[in-house]
């Protein structure tokens, strides 16, 4: 358990926000298997003011994620702090994260992202101007710097506890790392020894093992998962059992994996209808096949199907082919 400002994470595992992913269908089926906290995918300060529709859509909330993080992103300060307003008064969010990581070009292009990682006095500028605006507890997501050159991790780490704010969130990769190498976690042990506010480290976490490790190895308050989660809502489930009792769960049968798979679905349908939600879950269902055997079949057949009715079908035949084979073994 720690707290972020006046909101009690109960435990030390957080889900993390991932572009085109984490929204409400994802998050609540990942907080459904134990999450301390789960964060939203980042929406664009301009679309929260412009009450562009795709924009107001990312910030339903519903009330079984709790506590729960939504993140924003901008490169200008007035337009940022009304985001972050907007979110504060008409939002459920418990927390307002501040994305300072994203390295993808058309978010840095707008001084937004991981280009902040670059000055440390616009990160207090900024991050400050945003919580002298808000009353909900203010964290920051950020990176360990922009490239080997250029790793501000310490500045900026201070520059974010100076200005108020609550939280970081800190992925041990540079920007010019993407998500390409290894994670950095001397870095964010270094960060963790530098600031009194909670941090939680982000990078290559894929078992309960290896989160154990980073958090007894830098004294982190908490841990990040990201990729590991995709299609596999269970790691959070065996982080979080491991951490607190050492015993480490098995993982989930091929029918399990499907059933959990199509629950994600029918949320997905809700937020989005089922033409757009079984587009955006071919790729879920294709995380959720990774490692069944004979999945590549499938995955083509899934690529190419349009109705809740069809995926459903390809899926549970799928299961039963093999629920035969492993009875036949």
């Not at 993080?69 to 901008?74: A, R, Y």
């Not at 994203?102 to 919580?131: E, N, Q």
């Amino acid at each position: 358990m720690f707290q972020i400002g006046d909101i009690t994470i109960p435990n030390r595992v957080v889900l993390a926000p991932m572009a085109g992913v984490s929204n409400y269908a994802f998050r609540l089926t990942v907080k459904e298997f134990g999450a301390g906290l789960v964060c939203a995918e980042m929406v664009n300060d301009k679309g929260i003011n412009n009450k562009n529709e795709k924009s107001m859509n990312m910030l339903y909330i519903d009330e079984d994620e709790m506590p729960m993080s939504l993140q924003i992103f901008g490169g200008a300060k007035d337009s940022l702090v009304q985001a972050a307003q907007f979110v504060d008064q008409y939002t459920n969010a418990s927390i307002i994260d501040i994305n300072m990581g994203c390295p993808a070009p058309k978010v840095t292009k707008c001084d937004a992202g991981s280009k902040w990682l670059l000055d440390p006095d616009k990160i207090y500028r900024m991050v400050s101007a945003v919580v002298a605006n808000v009353d909900k507890p203010v964290t920051v997501k950020m990176r360990s710097g922009w490239d080997d050159d250029h790793i501000y991790a310490l500045d900026n780490a201070r520059a974010i506890e100076d200005a108020g704010a609550k939280g970081l969130g800190l992925h041990g990769r540079t920007r010019l790392q993407m998500y390409e190498g290894s994670a950095d976690w001397d870095i964010i042990k270094q960060v963790k020894q530098t600031v009194d506010i909670p941090v939680i480290g982000n990078g290559d976490i894929d078992s309960p093992q290896v989160a154990k490790q980073r958090l007894d190895e830098t004294g982190v308050d908490a841990i990040m998962i990201g990729r590991a989660a995709l299609g596999n809502p269970w790691i959070i489930y065996q982080v979080v059992k491991y951490l607190e009792t050492g015993e480490l769960v098995t993982n989930p049968s091929p029918k399990e994996k499907i059933d959990v798979c199509l629950l994600h679905m029918d949320r997905l349908i809700k937020l989005k209808g089922e033409k757009i939600a079984i587009m955006e879950m071919r790729k879920h269902a294709a995380w959720y096949l990774k490692g069944l055997k004979g999945n590549a079949k499938v995955r083509r057949k899934i690529n190419e199907t349009e109705t809740r009715g069809n995926l459903t079908d390809i899926l549970y035949s799928f299961a039963e082919v093999l629920e035969a084979s492993s009875k036949a073994s």
